[in-house]
């Protein structure tokens, strides 16, 4: 008996009335675990009934203590007729399994109800007692971690990353039931939502049974998804990336673990060596048989960076052989894993070396032919098979390791399309091996990697290149060779050097398909779906030119499935980075020369064009510095420094013309004007406005360039159906009002959040579906943050303040702490220089040159293993004192439910996560038959969605955290049949709770007493004690 | 294309303070949406009027769904579903319960219930205030009334508490419901003259010394709703200072000596004095009925302010009058009731001060 569960029922309050003559209810509670239930006492006549339950105890196996949710059902007593349901509330017990999240879950959860929605609240305490159980065999994995963000937590370090962890479940979907024809609405929302639950714990537990396997302890980037198949089953499918985490503490902060460099190698993530590889339990030989016969695959890779890979070009540079070293050493260590796969989007310091491109797969399948819908091997399969596909274009990319990765389906009757994408990349070899052999190697290498281009260098052979790209000396070091563009699925690396700031793209299309049956139908998707990905692709290079950017950060291709179209809604935020060379603008050329007014016509688009170009450098302050043709391809280090410094203090009118001049003379990218519908996409090109001023989006972490942000941050999810008219639906205006639909939904955004401005919009994820015929739902997820507009201004000076300040904020983070600093010092190099070069700014040097001098002092002073000097430092930071300032104001204590803030973001600005709680994964559904008196779809769904984001902060609440972050809206199902007054929806959120601490509180506990207000185990505290 | 579904739903509500108000004045979406537009808010952001007309109607549905809790304060601060910055709730609650001093006028006194509120659209027509406007108003007095019609203690600090009002609003409502209990008339055409203002002004004396709750020993009825029993009975002893007519003579002799070349009005004010003098202690005498209580408003205006206005006695000698006059009282030794003529006078001068004006 591994595990004692506890759970004591203390009170309700706001109950519905559920007797009309009394206008009061007599409650009592059914707490339910597996197959046991217990009872409390019947509370009459009260809206608020006080239980005081004594302590109800389940004796279980952590087997199943990590499937079953605690259900608890509160229902009114009567004596003549059957006890009416209330509603319930499932707890998942999932966080008390591990020793450093939440010791209890305490609070008041909303009662939820799926045909009512909350009906009051109920006050419970769960606790959990596991006896240590050493079975070599079981089949239990309590104490795995897990984490839906997309990075090493905060607050702990990563030993080893291990590599990719995948698990799906199968099981037929209860709304498909024989028994759905007679049970109520009621009960068969309450069947689904419980089997997920289960399916979801019990994933949950096979995948850190893997996990176990792979001697890890944890998993990161955990992503879960569901698919309703409909007839043909309810999928539960999961990836994510297992890793071994150690928690920093303050006591480890403080010894001197790095003092030997021996010892800082074993700080670093390691990809573990491959002896215990990631092997998927299913991993029965592919269905080639009856129903799957139709397997209407194909993929798209899209590469868009060339590489020069080693023994080319580059063998005469001293980073070559080790390069080739280093490379042999990462090929044998990932191939021998069946998918070098990781779901993380950010690394720490010097993981990632080389990012080759996109890498992409798509695969038709047909759910009413699966030969066993009941069991997993099916889709198991098809998973593998484009895995597979993944893996093989990461390799013509000359990479052996997928980032970034994600997997995702698109279901309409019975076609399924099945999605994955990453970017294939070159992991650094010394975390492949262990470090005391390999120490001078590293050194060297260190020495060779200029900062912040690394990861731009093509991972690829220059004379055997995959496709066709324009490659050129690297802008930063000079060495090493570089494509035009670069396109990515992972957020911009931290070292990464930009210049201006970032900004949303986006890519929309829709194709419409003639209706269609089974194998004709998945044939039609199939032949529509490689030009889709063209024009996606092409309208997405298209708009990064007119930004007058050169690569894309987190990109995201959704192909949605409807009856009788497909969409494609591709987003990423666009940046200009220094290594790469300024893109060429856009020029239009026309098929038929002869005619005068049409050649006026296009002259007129193309003046047009390179307003909006010159425009948009404008506004995100894209000004590169000039550099004369002759110096490309000698190595000179200079004026990289120089124009880190100019780009921010000189934003003169006349350099931003010069530079546009120079499209000219680059290589233009042509479009070519052949008929009616290439003009219709030039304008519709042009056709996207920018944000208001004020304003920045992008989907992203953060936005590149901006990082004074301040403690404001406003979480929202925004829904639109839209239903299409329709007479003569063409293509074109398809298109048109696809495009109209997000773009108006972009300006209701801008418009509502116009109070929090000089603001932007964080991790702005789009998601498309078509629940209907003419119908069209697109969902928008992000977080507004307030920045500060007037240290925006000096870019220069707030990078090395937020270094000073980051490098303070991590300074128990022995793992990122002394790379980091190295960057950053380099990075500061420019002020030194810049007090030689240019006298204008020497008081603004001096300035910083003090700050270098700390930042130098700190990094010895780390490097010899004490921390010392980091708080002062921080104190000093004038930025610092603003978010005092700033946040003395609003004094929230006096309210009486605590607040929770939710972000989709991994961090919390001006915050630190002193604890991970736990992950969160709810799914519910909500029905009405009512849908008129709820105030139509409109008012039904709003008050879902608010129910929702009630219930995750009361589970986080419960669990003592005060924030979700990783917050993501996975799915988000809306039907309604309005002639029948009915509507129903399922939504599945997932994300992190933790508990986090305002840094100027976080001076104040640790200057007055080391542990306040945080948890014991939190090591914020201590710091500077 | 048509939105058939549009939301926004923020972690934190949000909440325009502007569409607020215009959802509490009782404006449709579309004549919020035109309004607006012509404050020129298009103008400053580079909005669409469909921006507008979705963001207006979110907002809307917001305040829908808030209204309900907003009826009992306190599970605004409670809930779970809306998680709104505590500034911002108060403002909610405070703006909620807010009134329009024309409304208010016309209901004040009146009962409040399904009769009056059948009249609301016809005085949504006299005061230019919207339909829905004056039935949120309407509800909202009645909701209050009833949650402390009963109960014990302070009036002000028991809707503060139910309700979570400011100190200033709560006040308001505490004349609200006292007016609504004891039915005073204000609503006839020589009172209009009379703000809420100095209406409330009257109510907050009455209810400091008129009420069961003003005696200090009447601990088991502790009630600010009604007026006391017992002092409305006793202050008929008050009628043997007209009608005594020595004590008249006196009390008369009393106040004109020591009022001699102090008031602008003296000669009127002699000629008056026993005609003043019986309308305010004739007042009193007569509380004991209901329907005179009813009509004491009416009755001050006509037995004393309406005599002294029509003489253009000046404020000022209105008061040197009045404080005499009670004082005066103390120097007649035939008479015993000093206490009962104190509580009576001390707040019938305040009131008629405040009320005497045009």
């Not at chain 1, 197959?35 to 509370?43: A, I, Q, R």
């Not at chain 1, 079981?138 to 370090?157: A, H, L």
């Not at chain 1, 006026?600 to 506004?619: F, G, V």
């Not at chain 2, 409040?112 to 039935?135: E, F, P, Q």
Request: include cysteine; hydrophobic fraction near 40%.
């Amino acid at each position: 008996m591994p595990g004692k569960l506890k759970v004591k029922i203390v009170a309700g309050r706001h109950l519905p009335v559920m007797d009309r003559a009394s206008d009061l209810t007599d409650a009592f509670v059914e707490v339910k675990f597996g197959n046991t239930t217990f009872k409390t006492d019947v509370y009459h006549k009260s809206l608020n009934p006080q239980w005081n339950s004594e302590w109800f105890k389940f004796e279980v196996d952590d087997e199943d203590l990590q499937d079953e949710p605690l259900q608890i059902t509160v229902l009114d007593h009567d004596t003549y007729s059957a006890n009416d349901a209330i509603g319930k509330v499932y707890i998942d017990i999932d966080p008390l399994l591990y020793s450093e999240a939440a010791t209890v879950i305490s609070g008041w959860f909303p009662i939820y109800d799926t045909i009512h929605g909350i009906r009051g609240e109920i006050n419970v305490v769960v606790k959990v007692d596991l006896f240590n159980d050493l079975n070599r065999f079981r089949q239990s994995s309590c104490g795995v971690k897990f984490f839906c963000t997309t990075s090493i937590p905060k607050c702990y370090r990563a030993v080893i990353i291990h590599g990719f962890v995948e698990e799906l479940v199968v099981n037929e979907d209860p709304e498909y039931q024989w028994i759905d024809r007679i049970r109520t609405p009621r009960a068969s929302n309450e069947a689904r939502q419980r089997l997920i639950s289960l399916m979801s714990g019990e994933l949950q537990r096979k995948i850190g049974l893997k996990v176990l396997e792979m001697r890890g302890n944890a998993v990161v980037g955990y992503l879960q998804c569901f698919d309703l198949e409909g007839e043909s089953g309810l999928v539960v499918r999961a990836i994510g990336t297992a890793c071994t985490l150690d928690k920093l503490s303050s006591t480890a902060a403080f010894l001197p673990a790095c003092n030997s460099p021996s010892k800082e190698m074993k700080e670093s993530p390691l990809v573990h060596p491959p002896s215990h590889g990631c092997r998927s339990t299913h991993n029965s030989p592919i269905h080639t048989a009856t129903g799957s016969r139709l397997t209407q695959n194909f993929s798209v890779s899209v590469p868009t960076l060339i590489y020069t890979g080693m023994g080319s070009g580059s063998a005469g540079k001293e980073g070559g052989p080790f390069k080739a070293l280093l490379r042999q050493q990462t090929q044998s260590a990932l191939e021998q894993r069946e998918f070098p796969f990781f779901t993380l989007t950010a690394f720490p310091p010097g993981f990632l070396v080389h990012v080759g491109g996109v890498v992409s797969a798509r695969s038709v399948k047909l759910l009413d032919r699966i030969h066993n819908p009941d069991e997993p091997e099916t889709r198991d399969a098809w998973w593998a098979e484009i895995r597979q596909e993944i893996k093989s274009h990461a390799k013509a990319l000359g990479c052996h390791a997928v980032v970034g990765y994600s997997e995702s389906t698109s279901i309409c009757e019975e076609v399924c399309i099945l999605s994955a994408s990453g970017t294939a990349a070159v992991l650094n070899p010394r975390f492949l091996q262990d470090g005391t052999v390999e120490g001078c190697l590293e050194q060297r290498l260190e020495e060779n990697l200029p900062a912040g281009c690394g990861f731009c260098h093509i991972p690829y052979d220059e004379l055997n290149m995959p496709f066709p790209a324009h490659l050129t000396y690297c802008y930063s070091c000079r060495k090493q060779k570089v494509p035009d563009v670069l396109f990515t699925t992972i957020d911009l690396p931290a070292d990464a050097t930009v210049i201006g700031k970032g900004c949303l793209i986006q890519a929309r299309l829709c194709r419409l398909k003639k209706k269609a049956q089974a194998e004709a139908n998945a044939t039609a998707i199939s032949n529509l779906l490689p030009f889709m990905e063209y024009e996606v692709h092409t309208q997405l290079m298209n708009k990064l030119k007119l930004k007058g950017m050169n690569a894309l950060f987190g990109l995201r291709i959704q192909i949605t499935v409807g009856e009788n179209m497909l969409m494609g809604l591709a987003s990423a935020t666009g940046v200009y980075l220094t290594a790469l060379p300024t893109p060429g603008g856009i020029q239009i050329a026309g098929k038929t020369p002869n005619d005068g007014s049409y050649e006026q016509h296009i002259s007129h688009m193309q003046k047009k064009i390179n307003d909006t170009i010159a425009k948009n450098k404008e506004l995100y302050e894209i000004n590169p510095p000039e550099i004369p043709e002759e110096i490309i391809g000698s190595p000179i280090p200079e004026p990289r420094q120089r124009s880190r410094l100019l780009r921010s203090q000189s934003e003169s009118s006349d350099e931003v013309i010069e530079l546009d001049l120079s499209h000219g003379k680059k290589d233009a990218f042509v479009l070519e004007i052949d008929d009616t519908d290439a003009m219709e996409d030039v304008h519709s090109l042009l056709t996207d406005v920018p944000p208001p001023s004020g304003f920045y989006s992008c989907n992203t972490e953060i936005m590149p360039g901006i990082n004074n942000w301040t403690s404001e941050i406003q979480m929202f999810t925004s829904v639109r159906v839209s239903r299409l008219s329709n007479i003569n639906l063409t293509n074109q205006t398809l298109n048109k009002n696809f495009n109209d639909l997000c773009e108006n939904l972009l300006k209701s955004l801008y418009f509502k959040l116009r109070s929090m401005i000089p603001c932007c919009l964080c991790h702005v994820n789009f998601t498309v579906s078509l629940p209907e015929d003419e119908l069209i739902q697109v969902t928008v997820t992000a977080v507004a943050i307030t920045f500060d507009k007037h240290q925006a201004v000096q870019t220069t000076k707030t990078q090395v303040e937020k270094s000073s300040q980051r490098a303070s904020i991590d300074n128990e983070e022995l793992l990122q702490f002394p790379l980091e600093l190295c960057t950053d010092t380099l990075a500061s190099h420019p002020f030194s220089s810049a007090k030689a070069t240019s006298i204008d700014y020497s008081s603004f040097a001096d300035r910083c040159n003090s700050w270098i001098e700390l930042i130098k002092l700190k990094a010895q002073t780390i490097r010899r293993g004490s921390i010392k000097t980091t708080m002062p430092v921080e104190k000093a930071s004038p930025l610092t004192e603003g978010h005092f300032r700033q946040r003395s104001a609003p004094a929230c204590a006096n309210s009486t439910v605590g607040v929770v803030k939710m972000t989709p973001l991994s961090f919390i600005p001006g915050a630190k996560i002193t604890k991970y709680l736990g992950i969160i994964n709810m799914f519910f559904i909500r029905e009405t038959t009512s849908l008129r008196e709820e105030g139509g779809v409109s008012g039904f769904l709003h008050a879902f969605i608010a129910e929702v984001f009630a219930m995750v902060r009361a589970h986080v609440a419960a669990l003592g955290g005060n924030a979700v972050v990783s917050y993501i809206m996975k799915q988000c199902v809306f039907m309604e049949n309005p002639n029948k007054n009915q509507a129903q929806c399922l939504i599945n959120v997932s994300g992190d709770a933790v508990i986090f601490v305002r840094e100027s509180e976080l001076e104040i506990i640790s200057t007055q007493q080391p542990i306040a207000s945080c948890q014991p185990a939190c090591s914020g505290g201590e710091i500077a004690t | 294309m048509t939105n058939e579904l549009d939301i926004f739903v923020g972690n934190t509500t949000l909440i325009d303070e502007d569409v607020y108000r215009l959802w509490l004045d009782g404006y449709s979406v579309s004549d919020a949406v035109g309004l607006r537009v012509r404050s020129g808010i298009l103008e400053q952001t580079g909005a669409t009027a469909g921006v507008l007309q979705s963001d207006t109607m979110d907002h809307y549905r917001t305040f829908h769904m808030l209204e309900r809790l907003l009826h009992t304060p306190p599970k605004l601060l409670h809930q779970l579903v809306f998680q709104i910055p505590p500034s911002r709730q108060a403002l909610l609650i405070e703006r909620y319960y807010a009134f329009d001093e024309a409304f208010v006028r016309e209901v004040l006194g009146k009962k409040l219930s399904k009769g009056t509120k059948k009249d609301l659209d016809n005085i949504s027509a006299k005061t230019g205030v919207t339909l829905k406007s004056c039935r949120r108003q309407f509800d909202n007095f009645k909701r209050v009334f009833k949650v402390v019609e009963e109960m014990r203690g302070s009036l002000a600090g028991n809707i503060q508490q139910h309700f979570l009002l400011s100190d200033r609003l709560a006040r308001d409502y505490a004349a609200v419901v006292f007016f609504a209990n004891n039915r005073f008339e204000t609503g006839k055409k020589k009172l209009q003259y009379l703000t809420f203002g100095d209406l409330a002004f009257c109510a907050e004396l009455m209810i400091q010394n008129w009420t069961p709750g003003a005696v200090a020993d009447s601990q088991l009825d502790d009630m600010d709703v009604d007026l006391d029993k017992e002092f409305l009975q006793d202050l008929k002893e008050l009628k043997v200072l007209v009608a005594d007519k020595d004590l008249l003579d006196l009390h008369k002799s009393l106040v004109c000596t020591a009022l001699r070349g102090k008031l602008s009005v003296f000669a009127e004010m002699e000629a008056n004095f026993k005609n003043l003098s019986r309308g305010l202690v004739n007042i009193a005498s007569k509380l004991t009925h209901t329907k005179d209580v009813r009509d004491l408003f009416v009755d001050l205006v006509e037995k004393f302010i309406e005599p002294c206005r029509s003489d253009r006695w000046p404020l000022n000698d209105v008061r040197l009058f009045l404080n005499q006059y009670s004082a005066s009282v103390h120097s007649l030794d035939g008479f015993r009731h000093q206490t009962l003529w104190d509580r009576y006078m001390v707040t019938l001068r305040s009131c008629l001060l405040r009320m005497y004006h045009d």
